[in-house]
């Protein structure tokens, strides 16, 4: 692919593309499979390698190192990231991107020939884009929120110091007192992710409650509940730890990507959902894995060695009983709402439980209701409040509840697509989700149960805005070189290349 990958990535990385073409990436084709992968921008390449001990290599081929700054603190205090909230690629910050895209692309059929990455300010509404936007390797679309809190956990409060979304599943089993032996996918290899042993102590509580708000923004969130804007998250910090530099999220940084690599403990390599939407040679066809008609089928796009936190569960534990709320990665839980979705049948996936949904308007979690105008905010704050009723009723009492619940949010993904980080719906969506919080806090502590669960708060991704002055696209560029060379390709996401198919 060497004389076919070269050319492409030169016409990608022109000056006149570098509004819109922050990175580009691909395998080293001179090198040994998963050996390299070069990284490119419109003023320089390097070569990443990755030591036997993760030590990442730098090897610049050609002007300056892109991907040079790679401080998973970057922009921290957050007054830094608010000074300069869509950073130019000389002044931004790419943390672990040789482990990241190694693992990237090492799935051989799935893995693109090469990636195209957006500059934070890009703004693509002709191709599915939205005033807030994440996908990029860079630090603030890649920083989710990683707290812990209630039974075996220090009271530290907010800390320096990060973790990863594939230490999610480890850390997880670890709060239910699951043995280390047991933290490996189905083939028993171990897992990428690694228990944050520092800051809990194994099997403390008698529960565990596992929280996602999809897309919510790290700093602002932390920022937001010193502020006194979201109480319980406020709680959840006051009682455990928060990691001011959360967790950083696989690549590509995107929904079901990252879903399925917190709940496996493992990246997109191994997972094999490389993104929202991807192309298997194999097979031959394009996979839309995130999407309302094929969520709930998500075990589908695993590869073989996968298996979630709720089979390792059980595999340490036959008596174990798990929970999974709005989640699509729910494959071993005991119940969960995907069960729902694929009892009821059809083509229509969650549209075929439209009719049980609440009415938003009805909803007493709901901050303004002028967000209902947008059809995804009305959506998710639908999903998120027969959410709280599902946590209520896998809760009906201690008697029944089960050692591992995960709860998914998705309005804070729509409130900050819509708007992007610090804007009033982004803000409202977190308050939004905040209020759902606090109706899971009233109802454990009437159970009486609250000091005996151990919780972990998380996200699958960040948020950086768009600006609607950076327009333009690749589409032009890669049918020019497609036809100089005679070579077809796809562009999934967009972003994810594949050539010759």
């Known amino acids: 692919m060497a004389d076919i990958v070269t050319p492409v990535v030169e016409a990608l990385t022109a000056p006149d593309l570098a509004g819109v073409v922050d990175l580009v990436a ?10 390299a992968v070069i990284v490119a921008h419109a003023t320089g390449r390097v070569r990443l390698t990755l030591d036997a001990d993760g030590t990442e290599r730098h090897e610049v081929l050609a002007g300056r190192d892109p991907v040079a700054d790679t401080d998973p603190l970057a ?11 869509s950073p130019a690629n000389a002044t931004n910050a790419y943390p672990e991107p040789a482990r990241r895209l190694l693992g990237f692309f090492s799935d051989p059929d799935r893995s693109p020939d090469l990636a195209i990455v957006h500059t934070p300010g890009h703004y693509f509404p002709e191709y599915g884009g939205h005033r807030g936007e994440h996908g990029s390797l860079d630090v603030i679309q ?17 800390v320096d110091g990060y973790a990863h979304v594939v230490d999610v599943t480890p850390t997880l089993l670890r709060a239910a007192g699951v043995d280390e032996r047991f933290h490996a996918d189905a083939a028993g290899e171990p897992l990428d992710g690694r228990a944050r042993t520092d800051l809990l102590e194994a099997g403390a509580g008698r529960y565990v409650i596992g929280i996602l708000w999809d897309g919510g923004h790290c700093s602002d969130l932390l920022h937001l509940a ?19 530099g959360g967790a950083v999220a696989e690549f590509p940084s995107v929904t079901l990507c990252n879903h399925t690599s917190a709940l496996t403990g493992v990246g997109p390599g191994r997972h094999g959902v490389l993104g929202n939407v991807f192309y298997d040679r194999a097979q031959r066809r394009r ?31 036959p008596d174990a009983t798990s929970a999974c709320v709005d989640e699509a990665i729910d494959r071993g839980a005991t119940a969960s ?7 009821a049948g059809g083509n229509d996936g969650g549209g075929a439980l439209d009719a049980a949904l609440p009415p938003a308007e009805d909803s007493p979690y709901l901050g303004n209701r002028a967000h209902l105008a947008d059809s995804y905010y009305r959506f998710c704050s639908r999903v998120d409040d027969i959410g709280v009723l599902q946590m209520q009723q896998h809760w009906a009492s201690a008697a029944v509840a089960p050692r591992l619940t995960w709860w998914s949010n998705i309005v804070t993904d729509a409130g900050h697509h819509a708007g992007g980080p610090r804007s009033a719906i982004a803000r409202d969506s977190l308050m939004d989700a905040d209020r759902r919080l606090g109706a899971l806090f009233d109802h454990l502590d009437a159970l009486g149960v609250t000091e ?28 020019d070189v497609s036809a100089r060379l005679g070579v077809g390709f796809r562009d999934e996401g967009p972003g994810l290349v594949y050539l010759d198919v």
């Open 287 to 317: 996979i839309l894995a995130n999407d309302e008609t094929t969520w709930h089928r998500s075990a589908e796009w695993f590869r073989p060695s996968v298996a979630t936190v709720f089979e390792m569960l059980t595999r340490a534990d």
């Open 75 to 85: 922009f921290l205090p957050y007054d830094l990231e608010q000074i300069d909230p």
């Open 337 to 343: 709402t995907m069960q729902l979705i694929r009892a």
């Open 226 to 244: 010193a502020q006194g804007t979201l109480p319980n998250v406020a709680r959840l910090i006051e009682h455990g730890t928060a990691l001011r």
């Open 452 to 479: 005996d669960v151990t919780f972990l708060m998380t996200a699958d991704h960040g948020f950086e805005t768009a600006d609607p002055r950076v327009r333009g696209d690749w589409k032009g560029r890669l049918d």
């Open 26 to 35: 691909h395998p080293d084709p001179h090198g040994a499979p998963g050996e």
């Open 142 to 158: 890649s920083r989710a929120p990683f707290i812990l809190s209630g039974a075996g956990v220090p009271r530290r409060g907010v």
